[in-house]
């Protein structure tokens, strides 16, 4: 069982930045990938990051590309998403979400293919 906590969210302008983080418990073993999700109103959850159990291979979704990147703190239990230049669409509760996986290069981009998700935060950015 992993329990996930996301944190970081908040309001900024278009053009800011912020770093969402998502700490992980409840396992002694890391191999599980992580993936970041959000989901504005009336949307369905869309893909945003994801980041293999190693850190080595990741992927994000077409809007963020060269924007937001992801990374993993190990020793911490903690995946970060940094957000730059942020945009009005960006807006939405985002979640962290995780499965074991016993390949290194693995990560999910479909909901249905992560067993543990955290509660959300929420970023809104205005123009």
């Known amino acids: 069982q992993i329990q996930l906590v996301e944190s970081g969210g908040g309001t900024v302008q278009a053009g800011d930045s912020l770093r969402l983080s998502c700490a992980a418990s409840?396992?002694?073993?890391?191999?599980?990938?992580v993936s970041w999700f959000r989901q504005a109103p009336g949307k369905e959850r869309e893909f945003v990051a994801g980041?293999?159990?190693?850190?080595?291979?990741?992927k994000y979704g077409d809007s963020v590309l060269g924007r937001f990147t992801v990374s993993r703190e190990s020793a911490k239990n903690t995946v970060y998403l940094q957000m730059n230049n942020l945009k009005p669409e960006d807006s939405g509760a985002y979640y962290c979400?995780?499965?074991?996986?016993?390949?290194?290069?693995?990560?999910?981009?479909?909901?249905?293919?992560?067993?543990?998700w955290g509660q959300g935060t929420q970023v809104t950015v205005s123009s």
């Open positions: 979400a995780a499965a074991r996986t016993m390949s290194s290069r693995w990560y999910g981009v479909s909901t249905d293919e992560l067993s543990y």
């Open positions: 409840g396992s002694t073993e890391n191999n599980y990938a």
């Open positions: 980041v293999s159990w190693t850190g080595s291979n990741k």
